[in-house]
């Protein structure tokens, strides 16, 4: 027998409670594993001038806040991964959740590329740059190629970086236009892009909704792709083309 509209509202109420409960839980925990993790391993780091011991703490965070969230996450696909190769991930960003997800699961030291607005978030902007997250402004064009080009620089020292190629968070369902600076980030240090394609975080933790919930978030690494050879806009064009189209397929 079918519901009626007043049986399906009652249903949906409380559900609707839940999840915005569910996502403020998992944002009191994002403040509280950075505030209380975050101010002492900065302070002894700088103290005695090891800003390596930063990074087992930050994945650390990162692993607990997921769990904490209620998120399981399933890795697909690292085995075309060569350990020694570093790269540039390329990814669709449609949630909270993605950050941390690159940030623990690509099996791999890793770098990011973020949004100048995270540097006055206290203690994370911070610690940016004692785990390689470097901000990039997009609105001022000389200074996101400064920052490309000082990030391959330590891409060609081996550290890989992960850039959300969208440029901002998609709303649920959504894939915006690619960026084109992370394809460039990967032809001047002569190393691959991967493309991953992140699915259901915006049904765990979308854009815009106030909700969460717990649930299984799928990461997608699809093969890498060669930059090297790539060497006018138009074949740049081309591969922002053949990669959206890549993870397009998978979401």
Avoid: C
Wanted: no cysteine; hydrophobic share 45%; net charge positive.
């Amino acid at each position: 027998m079918e519901k009626t509209t007043a049986e399906e509202s009652s249903t949906t109420k409380p559900r609707s409670f839940m999840r915005r409960l569910h996502y403020w839980w998992s944002l009191f925990w994002a403040g509280a594993l950075l505030g209380i993790l975050g101010p002492p391993i900065l302070i002894f780091s700088w103290l005695v001038n090891k800003h390596d011991l930063v990074y087992p703490w930050a994945l650390f965070g990162a692993r607990k806040w997921l769990q904490f969230s209620g998120v399981r996450v399933k890795v697909i696909g690292l085995e075309l991964l060569d350990p020694k190769q570093p790269y540039v991930f390329v990814a669709n960003h449609r949630s909270y959740l993605d950050t941390a997800t690159m940030f623990v699961y690509t099996g791999r030291r890793i770098g990011l590329l973020a949004k100048k607005e995270l540097l006055k978030v206290p203690v994370l902007g911070v610690g940016m740059g004692f785990v390689n997250v470097m901000a990039i402004d997009r609105t001022n064009r000389e200074s996101a190629i400064r920052t490309t080009e000082a990030a391959a620089q330590r891409i060609k020292s081996g550290v890989s970086f992960a850039v959300f190629v969208e440029g901002t968070r998609a709303k649920p369902g959504e894939l915006l236009p690619f960026k084109k600076g992370a394809f460039y980030m990967a032809r001047e240090a002569g190393v691959p892009v991967v493309p991953v394609a992140l699915k259901n975080s915006d049904v765990l933790m979308g854009k815009g909704t106030g909700e969460a919930r717990s649930g299984t978030l799928e990461m997608i690494i699809l093969p890498p792709v060669e930059t090297i050879e790539r060497t006018t806009d138009e074949a740049i064009n081309l591969l922002i083309s053949e990669v959206r189209q890549s993870i397009a397929n998978q979401l």
